[in-house]
DNA sequence: TAAATTTGCGCAATCGATTGTATTATTTTA
DNA sequence: TAAAATAATACAATCGATTGCGCAAATTTA
């Protein structure tokens, strides 16, 4: 095939051995009512032929992209990256491709590949939520044309869509208590918009591990930010300015610990001798900042797995009624110098 | 509409309007030659009756897809991300989608994507390679569509695709005459598959850095790995059992580099003071270890924007005949405590 | 050997949007 | 007011693959 030449098509292949492209159209797909030798010489003759089958026709007559798309809120954590590359193994063995794309954390773009998704027909859509979307209007289109839309991660409050997560409740709960252990009574939590589970279950499970060890709640140690880098550096400001200072700080997440420590350090600040410290997500960073930081592992590649099975398992019997079930896995708290009292 | 129902066609609002489907057509697309008053009243009805374009047939029809495809060796850097979404900004605006896939520095699946990104047909190709591709055959096909191939950071030495990359032979010069002006000598050098220009061209500079310096190259101060954080664990413990030790390293990422100076530093190396250190990418790790890493900073969002410009230019003029050139975008050289001898 | 199956293949409709080419309605020009 | 020009709309073919149905040939069964 030659620049700007004619693509062939099944119609091409027929007329070339003289039979039917319906008869080209079954080979290809190695239908079983298809002689053995046609099938053989078909296939022959459409790779010499170059043929190539055009997915928007096919698409056209079956209804389906066999294209399943995939909303994040940005894909620059080995986390995400992670969780997309067990989506993509899952689904690429079963004969589908993945439409990323990243909303930036916000509802509007979020929204935007919603309906680019839409647009695009794809089968499925698996999602975790930006941080401020405060309502899934922009995925009713797809539950109304039955096609199913998954929630990972960053899930929704509401129990119409199958969701994956860990217990970020628990695992709160986990590493407050640890903190706690450690002799901490004033702790500081770092998190983000409480739209998200992610961050408002992490949130109650602090509370709870400090009202289960009789430490009051106070609303004062309570930062919310966007947990980015310079969000941490300004909450140390922000933990600096307190008194008397806290004696333990747990962030929602790695990168905003661990800049926020940088700051206290270069401050004066000794750690983890005047504070420990915990955060969230077992990001490389973890174990370059000194001392190593305290935090909550989960896999990502094991939730994108089990997400994308979910995702087929409803593909494949989209006929019958399946209920929304939640999918809880594990996570491990790896405890490091960050959050041990010298004693 | 109710789960199942059928979706609703031009033909169905043609019907309802009592007017021609073509008309329906044209309107929906703001055709000239549709009365204002028509194209109100179908944009309206279309709106009512929740009409939604079907793709696949205006693809088929129109053959494109408005799509591009992007290949990339791995989501989760700062840097790929940053890309991306330069990339995405500005093919959204001019109205196409963007389908991601990572190859996982394997050329396999670099085919194997390359291969889906064909059959879902896109309109372009946008690729940075993976580690050990060591030809470019796979994307002969899009040539020969007459499909544009753009090549990014990782790109191929060859003239027949537009590619958009740094200096990185002027980048790694600087750096290694950065560590010699500061007194070293024997400068390790950590980098990865040759076949990759970003790994080459790094090494290239690095070479004549020292010959313009009087300092003669050795085989032996040259590893090559993968540049990850493992490999660079293993790589300080080859440079601890060279005799005598090297007294500076420039590596070909910060990732590597890091892992690197932890791993001296356990076993007793002072940075900077016994050794300097140097990086490549600007990751935020750089800021975290203990001493700051000196490194290379050039803009992915700025890249990607430059790459996707690119392709909109080449899509925009299929017809003419446009000369594969490639554009060299800028890069700064952050120098920081890991590369300055204590004097 | 006749009847019943099975195998192999073709016909033709279908999936929806697009668009070149009419055709009709309206406006402008002379 | 008739002719010319323009605006608005309709007709019908097209893009390629899929698939229900029908038919003939080959094979099996009785």
Redesign the interface.
């Known amino acids: 095939?030659?620049?700007?030449a004619k693509?062939t098509t099944i119609y091409d292949i027929a007329a070339k051995l003289d039979i039917s492209a319906a008869t080209v159209s079954r080979a290809l797909k190695d239908h079983p009512r298809v002689n053995k030798n046609t099938k053989k010489l078909i296939v022959k003759t459409a790779a010499e032929m170059g043929y190539?089958?055009?997915?928007?026709?096919s698409?056209?007559r079956k209804k389906s992209?066999n294209?399943i798309g995939l909303i994040v809120p940005?894909?620059?954590?080995?986390f995400?990256?992670?969780v997309?590359?067990g989506i993509?193994k899952v689904l690429?063995n079963n004969n589908y491709?993945?439409?990323?794309?990243?909303s930036?954390e916000t509802m509007t773009k979020e929204i935007?590949n919603a309906n680019?998704m839409?647009?695009?027909?794809v089968d499925g859509l698996m999602v975790s939520l930006a941080y401020d979307t405060t309502n899934i209007n922009h995925f009713e289109?797809f539950?109304?044309?039955?096609i199913p839309v998954i929630f990972f991660d960053r899930v929704f409050e509401q129990d119409d869509y199958p969701q994956i997560y860990i217990d970020n409740f628990k695992a709160a709960y986990e590493i407050t208590a640890h903190l706690i252990k450690q002799g901490s009574k004033r702790i500081v939590h770092i998190t983000a918009s409480q739209l998200r589970n992610v961050y408002s279950d992490r949130l109650a499970g602090y509370k709870k591990a400090l009202e289960d060890n009789n430490l009051k709640f106070e609303e004062a140690l309570v930062i919310i930010n966007n947990l980015s880098?310079e969000a941490g550096h300004e909450a140390a400001n922000q933990i600096l300015k307190m008194a008397p200072l806290p004696d333990a700080v747990f962030s929602a997440n790695d990168?905003c610990a661990?800049s926020c420590m940088?700051t206290l350090k270069k401050n004066g600040i000794r750690l983890p001798d005047d504070l420990l410290f915990a955060g969230f997500n077992n990001d490389?960073?973890t174990?370059?900042?000194?001392p190593n930081l305290t935090t909550i592992n989960y896999k990502g590649y094991e939730m994108g797995e089990v997400a994308a099975k979910q995702m087929i398992s409803r593909l494949m019997n989209k006929d019958e009624f399946q209920p929304a079930h939640n999918l809880i896995l594990k996570y491990e708290l790896i405890v490091r110098e960050s959050s041990l009292r010298n004693k």
């Open positions: 095939m030659t620049v700007g693509e190539l089958s055009n997915s928007f026709a698409n056209l992209s294209i940005r894909l620059n954590s080995n995400m990256s992670d997309i590359a993509e690429n491709n993945v439409f990323i794309s990243q930036l935007s680019d839409l647009v695009n027909r289109p539950v109304k044309r039955n880098s990168i661990v940088q490389p960073l174990c370059v900042i000194e």
